[in-house]
């Protein structure tokens, strides 16, 4: 195999046993930094040009975890990494770092990357309740970790806090949006049901106190299909009974007190002398 395309399949970087032990002999490694195919980041580790992240974990001495190795596993994230997140044999203070623990659970099997497990432990006791909490409920909502295998890791009072952040995710979540609107609903004291079946509408994100479909839409919404499909949803659950909100990225991760609020007034309205509820409307 070419050693290019060796390193391009291990994320750009590998330290030098690494390379050994598949067969490229330190000439080999040398003739390829001569001749400007790799990059020599410091002693013992190798790069293709241009790549930095695993180059940079490599000389860092650790492993990616945290947010910062989200998008290894493909987790929802809120905000990019500001730094490293790592976990390091050795810590050392360095700019731009996170030290994080040591692994308790099997590596990634070649990546400079902790395993799913650990990844998530680290961000449920690192990073704001929210932006754990989309990683969670994208690990548990694809079936790649179980929501009780995490509560088994997060006993005793020092885990009160992460214990809490689980006792938010749902069963199913389509989106990030879903699982956030979800826990803005509840704190608001609202009766909300999740992924409701109406006919003639199909399966809506929200039933709220069973007269208010409230949907999240991405950025798949905002295709001409789409659209029209949405208005047409739209059209029918209001000539069934039920009135209808649609939020957005923004609505839901810059404003969502704005969002409730709206949410609150609607219901306000509804409840008025004279509304006798969903399905009623027409009657």
Not at 44 to 70: D, K, M, Q
């Amino acid at each position: 195999m070419d050693i290019c395309d060796y390193l391009a399949r291990r994320g750009g970087a590998a330290r030098s046993g690494e390379l050994q032990k598949a067969g490229f002999t330190r000439t080999r490694v040398a003739r390829a930094v001569a001749l400007g195919l790799l990059v020599r980041v410091r002693r013992g580790v190798y790069a293709l040009p241009g790549e930095t992240l695993v180059a940079g974990v490599l000389a860092a001495g650790g492993r990616l975890t945290c947010l910062s190795a989200a998008p290894v596993y493909r987790l929802w994230t809120l905000n990019e990494p500001s730094g490293l997140h790592l976990s390091r044999s050795h810590p050392t203070r360095m700019p731009g770092v996170v030290d994080h623990g040591r692994p308790k659970h099997p590596r990634h099997q070649w990546l400079p990357v902790l395993g799913l497990a650990d990844v998530l432990l680290h961000a449920l006791h690192c990073l704001p309740e929210l932006e754990a909490l989309v990683m969670v409920q994208s690990a548990v909502g694809a079936g790649d970790v179980a929501l009780d295998f995490l509560y088994g890791r997060c006993q005793g009072r020092r885990n009160g806090r992460a214990r809490s952040v689980l006792d938010l995710a749902i069963p199913r979540a389509d989106s990030l949006l879903e699982v956030l609107a979800n826990v803005h609903f509840a704190r608001a004291g609202l009766r909300v049901r999740r992924h409701v079946f109406i006919p003639g509408v199909g399966e809506v994100d929200f039933l709220v106190e069973e007269c208010l479909v409230v949907e999240t839409d991405g950025s798949t919404h905002f295709e001409p299909k789409s659209i029209k499909r949405d208005q047409r949803r739209n059209n029918r659950s209001i000539i069934g009974g039920y009135l209808v909100l649609r939020y957005y990225y923004e609505d839901v991760i810059h404003r969502p007190e704005a969002m409730v609020a709206e949410v609150q007034a609607v219901l306000r309205v509804w409840r008025r002398p004279g509304n006798s509820g969903a399905g009623n409307l027409f009657a």
